[in-house]
């Protein structure tokens, strides 16, 4: 079978899932009540209009992401509706990310929770997550350079 023939097949999963069958009935309820569809349609707008500001200019411009951000808050307080969008919408990409990096670590091996830069009370739960996704079986170990994380910005560790 071909590579094609397993992404279209992994589409056809994908599209069973729970997470996508939630999304697409928060959206169905979002277009089935006209106050819901408006605001949303407004939102969708201004999403739009600042994705393609940033492909043109390659800069987010600050104000404009803030102003669209302040809009998704309001908007999830005032409809319900809208609000169990997002919810649906980001366990969609949740489910998505757990994808990508199991198709990632498929391809280039999986690293171990000590190399990632990332804080140290975060590197246990990291480490569930990738032995979840090698699902108990030992999976090459991915080599991890200084190269890597040349352009890695992370924030500062706060002291507690």
Known sequence: MSYIDKARELGEALSQTPELQGLKTAEAAI????????????YQEKERSLITAQMISKVVPEKE?????????????????IKNYFVQQQNYEKL??????????????LPSA???????????????ILDKISGGNPMEKMQITPEMFKNIKLPPLTQK
Do not use: W
């Not at 000590?114 to 569930?128: N, R």
């Open 96 to 109: 998505m990310a757990m994808v990508n990096l199991t198709l990632t670590t498929a391809m280039h091996g």
């Open 114 to 128: 000590s190399d990632l830069p990332i804080p140290e009370e975060l590197k246990g739960m990291a480490q569930q």
């Open 31 to 42: 277009m089935a009540d006209p106050q819901s569809q408006e605001a949303f349609s407004q």
């Open 65 to 81: 992401s803030l102003a669209l951000l302040d809009l998704k808050v309001r908007l999830m307080n005032k409809y319900p509706l």
